[in-house]
């Protein structure tokens, strides 16, 4: 995006495609679940065009050749729970061997501030290339708490995916950590006074695991 470089907005017809299905109200818990993994796969792909590769010699039937790997376990996976979760096979189908870290975050309802309640990250994390990933980014709050977390542990490259973005959260996470790349499939209107994104949704959490 012009006014934040380190976002990116994707504008691709399987994504758009997909994330109109999601939105729809009638569209139930399964394949919301299934929607979710197959667009965060989809970003996966996209995001990790910078992610560093190793030389390894490898023989063809033909001949030796050096060729470019990931690194085994250089790349760990974090979602912010409990919707984050859902993003995690997404991921794990690019890079299976990823360790996975977890932050529980939740919303105070009233005055929308996330509260954090859990943290377990893989030893090792610190030198590691990071996927946070969330599918909402509404205030932003959750999402730059978690930031922190990371930092403050000694992470240096993250990188942050969500499915739907409101602007208000795009502010808040390029104000705060203006370092970290932030990768959305779509960036939605505004937020409601009940912190929800418009269109957006609903709540990805309850969607996903068929609360409420
Ligand atoms: C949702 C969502 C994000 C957060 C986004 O989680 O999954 O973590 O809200 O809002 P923010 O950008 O305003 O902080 P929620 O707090 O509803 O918890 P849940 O995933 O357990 O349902
Ligand atoms: N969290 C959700 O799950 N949905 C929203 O619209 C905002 C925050």
């Given amino acids: 995006m012009q006014e934040y470089p380190n976002v990116f907005v994707f504008d691709h017809p399987l994504i758009k495609h997909k994330v109109s299905i999601l939105r729809d109200k009638n569209t139930g818990m399964k394949e919301f679940r299934e929607l979710i993994e197959e667009i965060t796969t989809v970003m996966t792909y996209e995001s990790m065009r910078d992610v560093e590769l190793e030389p390894v010699e490898v023989e063809t039937p033909l001949e030796k050749t050096v ?3 990931v690194p085994e376990e250089s790349v760990a996976i974090v979602p912010i729970l409990r919707a984050g979760l859902g993003m995690v096979n997404g991921v794990h189908r690019v890079f299976p061997t990823a360790r996975v870290g977890h932050i529980g975050m939740y919303r105070n309802e009233e005055t929308l501030e996330p ?3 859990y943290c377990k990250l893989p030893e090792g994390i610190e030198e590691k290339t990071v996927f946070l ?3 909402m980014l509404a205030t932003g709050g959750s999402a730059a708490d978690a930031l922190d977390v990371l930092k403050k542990r000694g992470c240096k490259k993250i990188k942050f995916m969500a499915i739907i973005a409101a602007p208000q959260g795009i502010k808040t996470l ?3 950590h203006p370092d970290v790349p932030v990768y ?3 960036l939605d209107r505004e937020l409601n006074e009940q912190g929800y994104i418009l269109p957006g949704l609903g709540d990805a959490g309850d969607r996903l695991y068929g609360t409420k």
């Fill in 174 to 176: 390029s104000e705060r």
């Fill in 115 to 117: 509260q954090e309640y």
């Fill in 133 to 135: 990933v969330d599918p």
């Fill in 184 to 186: 959305v499939s779509t």
């Fill in 67 to 69: 060729q470019y790997r």
